[in-house]
């Protein structure tokens, strides 16, 4: 058995699991296609780049993914290091400068005598050496054949959507104005607030608009479509229903206008993209329309009128496995204990989740070099019942999930004050868990 341990895939969950691995004092070979070869949503050269939102969710522990952050943390986790010290204000969210942030992490791994980075594209496990599969829900086509044959994994796709970014000088300011909801905090948002008038007109645009072709699936994708809720396109949504869209990212409540003084029909909220704040993105306008139609009807939100799109948005194809039947509760294979995943193709869903993930199969994996047992996390932790639900599976179908608390083990007795302090409880059993758990291994 090799000393060195092969992580394929340099994105949020393979450098996590890097990092674990050179913190246990076991050398890591990690292999990354770019800048060689570019998956249809990955453009930066660097490692863990967000290809879609900047925003890493809620920071507050009585939120599922915020527990899920703070234990990371606590595990010493360099994804979650990065996006402290490249934080720019969202409100109670954590969202990064994406370049910041992915630069921290290159320079990290670069900088760590124990990793050797390859820039190569992998199609194939290297015999007697433990690896760690990360290559992410965009996966190679070789890297996908290899899994789904030799592997013997089967293939699963669904699809998934990504929200355009515009230039901040273009966003017109005498119509649109920064606030947050109910004033809450500092003013991060641009809002863009609609009349009736302007909100019917959008609508019937967006759900006219015309979607591009969807040119880098299979036949046999296309027909079975299915899209994530959680990333669902903005056209998508708006065909549901004409006030589907004031319900959700459209919705006007706690947004006065201070030029008439009220709330609007509608509003659309564009967030940060950059600590300097030159770029904002259309936040929930994940998007399939073509360049153009997206062109044409966003101009259509006062404010953004003149407003120069830096990235359009885009739709892409995920891979995951069907874990239950393949995965233990390291990420380790049933099969293959030496091949561990990590990462969206796991089938946890999310930036978070996915180094989350890459952290449980890194220590697990530097463990297994080392010829020391199994490190399950408890199930009361975010980490450990993120990782129990993957190998385990749900009610039906197996589906991605983002961190959530219903996935944790209840407290066994009543809480009073709702659900936000039930939350706080099991966040705090998590945490206290999580302290014995790694003083114990
Ligand atoms: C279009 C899109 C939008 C998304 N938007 C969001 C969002 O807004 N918020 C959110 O929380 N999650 C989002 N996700 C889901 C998910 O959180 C991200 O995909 C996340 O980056 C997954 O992390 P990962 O480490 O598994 O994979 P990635 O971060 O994608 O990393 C995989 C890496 O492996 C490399 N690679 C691929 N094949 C090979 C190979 N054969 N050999 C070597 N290297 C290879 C890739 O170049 C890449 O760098 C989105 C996913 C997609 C596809």
Same mark, same amino acid.
């Given at each position: 058995m090799s000393a060195t341990v092969e992580i394929f895939g340099a994105g949020l969950a393979g450098c996590e699991a890097a990092w674990q691995i050179a913190r246990q004092g076991i050398s890591v070979r990690l292999y990354e296609m770019k800048p060689q070869k570019y998956t249809p949503a990955h453009h930066s050269p660097t490692f863990a780049e967000l290809v879609c939102s900047n925003s890493l969710r #809620? $920071? #507050? @522990?009585? !939120?599922a993914v915020g527990l899920l952050k703070e234990e990371m943390r606590r595990a010493g986790s360099l994804i979650m290091e990065a996006a402290d010290a490249t934080r720019v204000p969202a409100g109670s969210a954590l969202a990064v400068d994406r370049v910041l942030f992915s630069k921290y992490i290159t320079d990290r791994i670069r900088s760590t005598p124990n990793i050797e980075v390859v820039e190569a594209e992998r199609a194939d496990v290297s015999p007697d050496t433990v690896t760690v599969i990360a290559t992410g829900p965009l996966t190679s086509e070789p890297m996908a054949d290899y899994i789904s044959e030799t592997l013997g994994c089967g293939k699963l796709h669904f699809f998934d959507a990504a929200a355009p970014i515009v230039d901040f #000088? #273009?966003? !017109?300011m005498e119509v649109a104005y920064f606030a947050s909801r109910y004033d809450k905090? $500092? +003013?991060d948002y641009i809002n863009c607030p609609m009349t009736e008038e302007q909100y019917n007109a959008f609508y019937q645009a967006l759900i006219s608009a015309e979607e591009a072709e969807l040119k880098d699936f299979d036949r046999e994708s296309q027909k079975s479509l299915k899209v994530f809720e959680g990333c669902m396109p903005v056209e998508v949504m708006a065909r549901r229903g004409y006030d589907t869209l004031r319900y959700g990212p459209l919705k006007p409540v706690g947004l006065i206008d201070p030029r008439v003084g009220k709330e609007s029909f509608a509003v659309v909220q564009l967030r940060k993209e950059n600590c300097e704040g030159t770029m904002f993105n259309l936040v929930g306008f994940q998007t399939h329309l073509t360049f153009p139609e997206q062109r044409r009807v966003f101009r259509m939100i006062p404010g953004l009128e003149n407003a120069e799109f830096l990235r359009y948005g885009v739709m892409h194809r995920n891979t995951y496995l069907n /874990?239950? $039947?393949?995965? /233990?509760p390291t990420y +380790?294979? =049933? @099969? =293959?204990?030496d091949v561990f995943f990590a990462g969206q193709m796991t089938g946890v869903e999310g930036y978070v989740e996915s180094a989350g993930s890459g952290l449980v199969a890194g220590l697990n994996a530097a463990r297994r070099a080392k010829g020391e047992g199994e490190a399950i996390f408890p199930e009361e932790t975010m980490l450990g019942a993120m990782a129990a639900y993957v190998s385990r599976g749900g009610v039906g179908a197996f589906a991605p999930m983002n961190a959530n608390f219903g996935i944790i083990p209840p407290l066994g007795y009543r809480v009073r004050g709702g659900k936000a302090a039930k939350n706080e409880k099991l966040s705090e059993r998590a945490l206290e868990t999580l302290a014995n758990f790694l003083t114990d291994i």
């Open positions: #809620s $920071d #507050s @522990t009585a !939120n #000088s #273009s966003i !017109n905090g $500092d +003013a /874990s239950p $039947d393949l995965l /233990s +380790a294979m =049933r @099969t =293959r204990p």
